[in-house]
C-alpha cells in the first residue's frame, strides 16, 4: 500500500488508473476535472508522448480522497479538499517549485488554497470568477414552447457555429478563445470538441445555439448557450438547452450539468424553471506575478441573458 499523502505524476493513464474511479463517483461534483482531463489526454502529441501538466491524488488508507491537475499554463484544477488538505498541498506544491498562475475549484476549495498560497509565496489572490453548478433533475421543457424546432448542427453549419461561438466570446470577454478562432485553430480553442444544436424556427432560420461535451464519466455539460441579443426574451434560449439536455440523456448520461453566474437572474430562474438544481458555487483566484495569458478571462461566466457558459 502506498503511502498517505499526495502522490504527483505526469502520467495521465496512471493518473487515471488510479483516481479515475475517484473522479466518476461524483461526476458533476467533477464535471470540469473530467473534461479537463480528457482532453489533456487526447490532445497529447501522440499516443505514447508526454502530458503538458501535472496530475496528484490525494491517498488515505489505499483509498483516493482528492486531486489536482496543474496545466502547462498554470492553471490549477481542485477537487473539494478541507482547509487543512489545502493547506498541506500549497506547501507541497511551493516546495517543488511548482508555481500555478491561479486556482479553480468549489469556492470554499479555492479560497482555502489562495488563502495558504499567498502564506507560502506572497502571491496575493484576486478573485476573477464565480458561478453556480447546477443539475439535472427531471426535465421540463418550457411552457409555452416557442416557435419552432431543435436541429443537430452538421458540417454545412460550422461557418454559424463559429460566428456566434465568437460573438459570444465578444460578449462575456474570452480573448483566448477569440484569438484561436481568429488565427484558424478552432480545433484548439474549448469549443473544437463540442457538439452544436440549433433551435430555428419554422422557416429554418437559426435563432439560438446550445453545445455539449461528450460523454466523460456518465458526466455531459451544457456549454455554451447563446442566442443574438436581437433575439433574446422569446424563450429560444431554454428551448435549446431543453434539446440538448433531452439529447444527453438518450445518449446514456447520468448527470447532466451546466453552470451559470450568480449574478444573472435571469438565467439562474430559467434553469431551474427547466429542471437543473443548485448543487455548489465555484470560484476562481488569479495569483500576483502569474501571467495573463493564462487565464485572460477565460474562465469567467457572463452576466447576460442570451449567453450563459462553464468554467
Given at each position: 500500500?502506498r503511502?498517505?499523502?499526495?502522490?504527483?505524476t505526469?502520467?495521465?493513464d496512471d493518473?487515471l488508473?488510479?483516481?479515475?474511479g475517484f473522479?466518476?463517483?461524483?461526476?458533476?461534483l467533477?464535471?470540469?476535472?473530467?473534461t479537463d482531463?480528457?482532453?489533456?489526454r487526447?490532445?497529447?502529441?501522440d499516443?505514447h508522448g508526454?502530458v503538458?501538466a501535472?496530475?496528484?491524488?490525494?491517498?488515505s488508507?489505499?483509498?483516493v480522497?482528492?486531486?489536482?491537475y496543474?496545466?502547462?499554463?498554470g492553471?490549477?484544477?481542485?477537487?473539494p479538499?478541507?482547509?487543512e488538505?489545502?493547506?498541506t498541498?500549497?506547501t507541497h506544491?511551493?516546495?517543488?517549485g511548482h508555481?500555478p498562475?491561479?486556482?479553480i475549484?468549489d469556492?470554499?476549495t479555492?479560497?482555502?488554497f489562495a488563502?495558504?498560497w499567498?502564506?507560502?509565496t506572497n502571491a496575493a489572490p484576486t478573485?476573477f470568477?464565480?458561478?453556480?453548478?447546477?443539475?439535472?433533475?427531471?426535465?421540463t421543457?418550457?411552457q409555452?414552447?416557442?416557435?419552432?424546432?431543435?436541429?443537430v448542427?452538421?458540417?454545412?453549419?460550422?461557418g454559424?457555429v463559429?460566428r456566434?461561438?465568437?460573438?459570444?466570446?465578444v460578449e462575456?470577454?474570452?480573448?483566448?478563445?477569440?484569438d484561436?478562432?481568429?488565427?484558424?485553430?478552432w480545433a484548439?480553442?474549448?469549443?473544437?470538441?463540442?457538439h452544436?444544436?440549433?433551435?430555428?424556427?419554422a422557416?429554418?432560420t437559426?435563432?439560438?445555439?446550445a453545445?455539449?461535451t461528450?460523454?466523460?464519466g456518465?458526466m455531459v455539460r451544457?456549454?455554451?448557450v447563446?442566442?443574438p441579443?436581437r433575439?433574446?426574451?422569446?424563450?429560444?434560449a431554454?428551448?435549446v438547452?431543453?434539446?440538448?439536455?433531452r439529447?444527453?440523456?438518450t445518449?446514456?448520461a447520468?448527470?447532466?450539468?451546466?453552470?451559470?453566474?450568480?449574478?444573472?437572474?435571469t438565467?439562474?430562474?430559467?434553469?431551474?424553471?427547466?429542471?437543473?438544481?443548485?448543487v455548489?458555487d465555484f470560484s476562481?483566484?488569479r495569483?500576483?506575478?502569474?501571467p495573463e495569458a493564462?487565464?485572460?478571462?477565460h474562465?469567467?461566466?457572463?452576466r447576460?441573458?442570451g449567453?450563459?457558459?462553464?468554467?
Amino acid at each position: 500500500m502506498r503511502p498517505d499523502g499526495w502522490h504527483l505524476t505526469e502520467d495521465v493513464d496512471d493518473f487515471l488508473a488510479r483516481a479515475g474511479g475517484f473522479l466518476r463517483s461524483r461526476p458533476a461534483l467533477h464535471n470540469t476535472p473530467l473534461t479537463d482531463i480528457e482532453k489533456l489526454r487526447i490532445r497529447r502529441p501522440d499516443a505514447h508522448g508526454p502530458v503538458t501538466a501535472i496530475f496528484g491524488r490525494l491517498e488515505s488508507g489505499g483509498e483516493v480522497h482528492a486531486i489536482f491537475y496543474l496545466t502547462s499554463r498554470g492553471r490549477l484544477g481542485l477537487t473539494p479538499l478541507s482547509a487543512e488538505q489545502a493547506d498541506t498541498l500549497a506547501t507541497h506544491l511551493a516546495g517543488l517549485g511548482h508555481l500555478p498562475s491561479g486556482v479553480i475549484a468549489d469556492h470554499a476549495t479555492a479560497s482555502a488554497f489562495a488563502e495558504s498560497w499567498q502564506r507560502h509565496t506572497n502571491a496575493a489572490p484576486t478573485p476573477f470568477w464565480r458561478t453556480r453548478l447546477y443539475r439535472l433533475g427531471t426535465l421540463t421543457p418550457p411552457q409555452p414552447r416557442p416557435e419552432g424546432r431543435g436541429r443537430v448542427a452538421g458540417r454545412e453549419d460550422h461557418g454559424q457555429v463559429m460566428r456566434w461561438c465568437r460573438e459570444f466570446c465578444v460578449e462575456v470577454g474570452e480573448q483566448i478563445s477569440i484569438d484561436l478562432i481568429d488565427s484558424g485553430a478552432w480545433a484548439d480553442s474549448r469549443f473544437g470538441d463540442r457538439h452544436f444544436t440549433f433551435w430555428e424556427t419554422a422557416d429554418g432560420t437559426p435563432v439560438s445555439m446550445a453545445a455539449a461535451t461528450s460523454i466523460v464519466g456518465g458526466m455531459v455539460r451544457v456549454d455554451p448557450v447563446y442566442t443574438p441579443a436581437r433575439l433574446r426574451g422569446r424563450g429560444y434560449a431554454g428551448a435549446v438547452t431543453v434539446e440538448v439536455s433531452r439529447a444527453a440523456l438518450t445518449a446514456g448520461a447520468t448527470d447532466v450539468v451546466l453552470f451559470a453566474d450568480p449574478a444573472n437572474p435571469t438565467s439562474n430562474a430559467l434553469h431551474q424553471r427547466i429542471g437543473y438544481v443548485h448543487v455548489a458555487d465555484f470560484s476562481g483566484y488569479r495569483f500576483s506575478g502569474a501571467p495573463e495569458a493564462g487565464w485572460s478571462r477565460h474562465q469567467r461566466p457572463d452576466r447576460r441573458e442570451g449567453a450563459t457558459r462553464s468554467g
